[in-house]
């Protein structure tokens, strides 16, 4: 994957099957430690420990176990790359949580590509979940909310053309605001 | 900076057009979105569709996105699925077969046989 957003639509996917009511993405900047980490939460179905332990590896999943298949393998070789780390931790019958930190200056760090877009899509395509999104860079923080946006809304649904368009601009200015000038491919 | 403010300002903008919508049953477009179909490109497929059916303000059209459809060596894979509950099978999608398709499938109703599942298995053989 060329973008840490698609990731982020990899990984929201594996919520979606697990059942989720709630998906959580937070990403924190970090000067001193050079760091961007990615955190995913979700309040699916979870894992037990065995499972966990083989999610990382792309060739002992079965074909029972292949909804999860290489998207995590993939991320965490994405990290790897770049300079970070990779950690998931799940509990079965309470959610999974997957945290992954990429080197924020490392030259083989994807970009973060279309954040928004994916944020927006996800909270479009799921109105029954809660989708939210906070980007931190120090005290500067950033928040969305995709059941704040549809208490506004109402009647109206996240998929209407001119929400999207809004919904789009809207998460891009907290990023240019957040992460501007912070990762390389964000002016700010 | 913009302000949550706004939504409620859409939020009336576009409530009379959607009272306006008909309630007949419409087309589904359904884009696979699992790690195969996200790395083969189907976002940019994705916003293809979508652009492209507001664009032509298709009111009774939705696009959604599902895991993985099965045959991971065709994605990007885009299932139409029409108001009578057929359904078409596009395979190697790409953001210009994805305006195609809007065109001549959605819009006028002629399926784009050399796009489908069908086409693409018969040319493997």
Not at chain 1, 111 to 126: N, R
């Amino acid at each position: 994957m060329r973008e840490i957003a698609l990731h982020v639509l990899d990984i929201m996917q594996n919520s979606v099957a697990a059942g989720s009511s709630r998906i959580e993405a937070i990403l924190t900047a970090d000067y001193d430690t050079g760091t961007l980490t990615v955190m995913i939460g979700d309040d699916g179905c979870g894992m037990d420990k065995e499972m966990l332990e083989k999610v990382t590896d792309p060739f002992t999943t079965t074909r029972t176990t292949r909804r999860v298949g290489l998207g995590i393998p993939l991320l965490k070789a994405s990290c790897e790359r770049s300079g970070g780390s990779f950690q998931i931790s799940s509990e079965k019958g309470s959610g999974t949580t997957v945290t992954a930190v990429f080197g924020i200056d490392h030259i083989d760090r994807p970009v973060l590509g279309d954040l928004a877009g994916v944020v927006t899509d996800m909270s479009a395509a799921f109105p029954s979940m809660d989708i939210t999104l906070r980007l931190v860079n120090g005290a500067k923080q950033f928040s969305y909310s995709s059941s704040q946006t549809m208490r506004i809304l109402g009647e109206v649904p996240i998929s209407e053309p001119a929400v999207v368009k809004w919904l789009k601009e809207y998460i891009n200015e907290g990023i240019k605001d957040i992460f501007g000038g912070v990762l390389s491919e964000i002016t700010g | 900076m913009k302000s949550l403010a706004e939504l409620e300002e859409i939020r009336k903008n576009t409530l009379d057009q959607i009272k306006m919508r008909t309630n007949k049953e419409g087309i589904r477009v359904v884009v696979g979105m699992a790690t195969c179909g996200i790395a083969a490109g189907a976002r940019p497929v994705m916003n293809a569709l979508v652009e492209e059916i507001g664009k032509r303000r298709l009111r009774d059209v939705s696009v959604t996105m599902t895991g993985c459809i099965g045959v991971c060596r065709l994605e990007p894979i885009v299932e139409v699925y029409d108001a009578d509950g057929s359904k078409v099978t596009y395979v190697k999608m790409t953001p210009e077969k994805a305006a195609r398709v809007v065109a001549e499938h959605i819009v006028n109703g002629r399926v784009c046989q050399d796009l489908t599942i069908g086409a693409a298995e018969a040319a493997e053989k």
